[in-house]
């Protein structure tokens, strides 16, 4: 049973940083992409930032420049650095890692006050 737990959330003054952990555990494959996403209330839910297992990023556009995705394979871990955070990046942020289907951590609150 695949399991991806995040931690790191929290409620921080705008114009601070916050860092995203997420661990995928309960698996021998090897895991391709990996990345973040956020749904805030009432929004769908969208993609934040993504990793492949060789270190190709991709970042949508809103948080390029603010945010940097990376992870440690050895660990099976891909973390979020959030700097420059904004009201507007305030949501659940959901972890998300492809083996052989797409597995999802329960999601953090990341609160973001102005």
């Known amino acids: 049973q695949v399991r991806l737990v995040e931690s790191g959330g929290g409620l921080v003054q705008a114009g601070g940083s916050l860092r995203l952990s997420c661990s995928a555990s309960?698996?021998?494959?090897?895991?391709?992409?990996m990345g973040w996403y956020r749904q805030a209330p009432g929004k769908q839910r969208e993609l934040v930032a993504t990793?492949?297992?060789?270190?190709?990023?991709n970042y949508a556009d809103s948080v390029k420049g603010r945010f940097t995705i990376s992870r440690d394979n050895a660990k099976n871990t891909v973390y979020l650095q959030m700097n420059s955070l904004k009201p507007e990046d305030t949501a659940v942020y959901y972890c998300?890692?492809?083996?052989?289907?797409?597995?999802w951590g329960q999601g953090t609150q990341v609160t973001v006050s102005s």
């Open positions: 990793i492949t297992s060789g270190g190709s990023t």
């Open positions: 309960g698996t021998s494959f090897n895991i391709n992409a």
């Open positions: 998300n890692a492809q083996i052989n289907i797409y597995y």
